[in-house]
């Protein structure tokens, strides 16, 4: 089972709004990931978590704000938003963050929660 | 840097044709990993194949297959017997070492297909 599931599916949100968005696998992944994808784009990465320590910020805005609380849950806070934060946010986990080959290299990623921020 | 180039903005492939779905990728790593993502409409990312640096022989995966051609730095996609549900864009992405040895992926832009019936 390569299932990663992410709640809600579709937010709406004002700019003084706070809102969270939750992923969760049950893999036994110990590296889990946020992306933002506009539409027509690839997938940017925002933030890696491994072994639930935050290893890679890519320099994301602090309105946006990781949370692992433990490691099969990852949380994305919402506050003080701005309409081009509007787009599709992709959770993804994986085996490992380091290592060769299919097994721990691979992420799988979950629906994604389409977020309008108005 | 890295990079992954997908030079097919689109394609247009009549059902049950196979289709080739072209990637080339740069990078001075020797052991690297290539892999191949389905979006449809919907929007999850769906792994389809994988490929690494080492493997000696080309990734197969039902329907899927990765012609890897290492001296020319290329990773093309073949999908055989297209199907309707094929339609979706397809995404070549490279295994990138971050710091502290964690991994980030690095995508190409992307290749819409669609499957006529």
């Known amino acids: 089972d390569t299932e990663v599931t992410q709640t809600p599916k579709h937010l709406v949100m004002g700019m003084t709004n706070k809102k969270s968005l939750k992923c969760e696998q049950h893999?036994?992944?110990?590296?889990m990931y946020w992306y933002k994808q506009k539409a027509k784009k690839p997938p940017e990465l925002m933030f890696v978590y491994s072994y639930e320590k935050l290893s890679i910020n890519e320099s994301v805005p602090s309105r946006f704000s990781p949370e692992c609380p433990n490691s099969s849950l990852l949380n994305l806070h919402l506050h003080a938003l701005q309409p081009e934060d509007s787009a599709l946010y992709l959770c993804a986990s994986s085996f490992r963050t380091s290592g060769v080959g299919k097994f721990s290299d691979t992420q799988y990623f979950g629906p994604g929660t389409r977020l309008t921020v108005l | 840097a890295q990079k992954i180039t997908q030079t097919q903005p689109g394609m247009f492939v009549q059902e049950k044709e196979a289709v080739t779905l072209d990637c080339t990728y740069d990078?001075?790593?020797?052991?690297?990993?290539l892999f191949w993502y389905k979006q449809p409409s919907s929007g999850e990312m769906i792994f389809l194949i994988y490929q690494g640096s080492y493997d000696e022989q080309n990734a197969t995966e039902g329907r899927y297959s990765l012609n890897f051609q290492k001296a020319r730095k290329s990773a093309n996609l073949v999908i055989s017997a297209s199907q309707l549900g094929d339609s979706a864009m397809y995404f070549c992405a490279m295994r990138e070492e971050g710091w502290k040895g964690a991994q980030k992926l690095v995508f190409g832009q992307g290749t819409r297909l669609t499957i006529n019936p």
């Open positions: 893999m036994g992944h110990r590296a």
């Open positions: 990078t001075s790593d020797q052991s690297y990993g």
